[in-house]
């Protein structure tokens, strides 16, 4: 068991260019989760796959990220024309849905910090 | 829709004292799960404790332990022992039907020698 890892886990980036982050789950798990922490905050919800299936999208979400998980793998996080209100941790969870369990802990990995310039 | 509140930004605690911290949430739920996470300065999030709306005893998890009051919905981590280690932000969590998590502000837990 590595744990969940992100990548990468610094990116600076100006106004207007894409970026894209990588989020590997710990391996036996099927549910993925994404999340954003802004300084001072707690995380906010942003989306979630159960295998390769985006099951719930948060309203924060707007159409310049999209995310994907295919083969119900890894997953990508996608922020197209970047601004600079975009800046914050990008975190990532993944946890197993094991019938009969209920709601399953989340592990988190060490979080991408994107900056905006 | 749900709501978790952590009215304490910051507190202090000597070494090997013990720590309080509050946490109240609010749902019209009825099966639920509530956590504590710990984030040190740069380093990941990771579980403290969990505890199942379900279960009526009070979470234990070593050093740490919760007073969960279901009809108050207060959710409140006790660490006990302080160490040097245990100064990181804490945040209290709700879990609920739609699996994603709900987080409050957190409290920044500061462990003096």
């Known amino acids: 068991d590595t744990g969940v890892s992100q990548d990468p886990r610094h990116k600076i980036t100006k106004r207007g260019q894409n970026v894209t982050f990588r989020c590997d789950p710990i391996?036996?798990?099927?549910?993925l989760y994404w999340y954003r922490q802004t300084l001072g905050q707690g995380p906010e919800f942003l989306t979630y796959?159960?295998?390769?299936?985006?099951?719930?999208k948060s309203r924060l979400l707007s159409d310049r990220f999209s995310a994907e998980r295919p083969k119900g793998s890894f997953s990508t996080l996608e922020i197209q024309r970047t601004e600079q209100g975009d800046s914050a941790m990008y975190l990532c969870?993944?946890?197993?849905?094991?019938?009969?369990?209920?709601?399953?802990?989340?592990?988190f990995g060490p979080g991408t910090r994107l900056l905006v310039l | 829709a749900q709501t978790v509140t952590q009215s304490q930004p910051e507190m202090s605690v000597q070494e090997a004292e013990t720590v309080t911290l509050s946490c109240t949430y609010d749902?019209?739920?009825?099966?639920?799960?509530l956590f504590w996470y710990k984030q040190p300065p740069s380093r990941q999030m990771i579980l403290v404790i969990r505890?199942?709306?379900?279960?009526?005893q009070n979470a234990t998890e070593n050093r740490f332990s919760v007073n969960f009051q279901k009809a108050a919905k207060s959710f409140s981590l006790k660490i006990s022992d302080s160490q040097l280690g245990d100064a990181a932000m804490y945040f209290c969590?709700?879990?609920?039907?739609?699996?994603?998590?709900?987080f409050g502000t957190g409290t920044l837990l500061a462990v003096q020698p």
């Open positions: 505890q199942e709306a379900y279960k009526q």
């Open positions: 796959f159960q295998n390769e299936a985006q099951l719930e």
């Open positions: 969870a993944s946890s197993s849905n094991r019938r009969g369990q209920g709601q399953e802990t989340q592990y």
């Open positions: 969590a709700y879990g609920g039907a739609t699996n994603k998590l709900i």
């Open positions: 391996s036996e798990h099927n549910r």
């Open positions: 749902t019209s739920e009825s099966d639920y799960y």
